[in-house]
């Protein structure tokens, strides 16, 4: 199984970016599909979840209205659009796939993982 994340980069406070993940090797609509970040030394961080079918998405409280999470099960990849950004969003973003789906706020729910993708946001 791999992840592939891409679309990480720098860019200015109150800019946007578009993460995607695509996957390979797994039965792609059968996962839930996740974002997480991670800043060195600290936790990672659920961002953005969506269900197999995209009906549920589900987001962190510190991103809801600004990040939009959106997948293609034909294509086998997840997006992640990032709008209004600030300075605390940098971080690297991984996306991950979950086959239950019951807690996608849950980090040790997740199957797989990707390596991830650098976002830096200056102020």
């Known amino acids: 199984v791999q992840l592939q994340a891409s679309g990480g980069g720098l860019v200015q406070a109150g800019g946007s970016l578009r993460l995607s993940c695509a996957a390979s090797?797994?039965?792609?609509?059968?996962?839930?599909m996740g974002w997480f970040r991670q800043i060195p030394g600290k936790e990672r961080e659920f961002v953005a979840a969506?269900?197999?079918?995209?009906?549920?998405?589900t987001y962190a409280d510190s991103v809801k209205g600004r990040f939009t999470i959106a997948r293609d099960n034909a294509k086998n990849t997840v997006n992640l659009q990032m709008n209004s950004l600030k300075p605390e969003d940098t971080a690297v973003y991984l996306c991950?796939?979950?086959?239950?789906?019951?807690?996608?706020?849950?980090?040790?729910?997740?199957?797989?993982w990707g390596q991830g993708t650098l976002v830096t946001v200056s102020s």
């Open positions: 991950a796939a979950d086959r239950l789906g019951y807690r996608p706020e849950n980090l040790d729910e997740y199957d797989y």
């Open positions: 090797g797994l039965r792609f609509k059968l996962y839930s």
């Open positions: 969506i269900s197999r079918d995209s009906y549920s998405t």
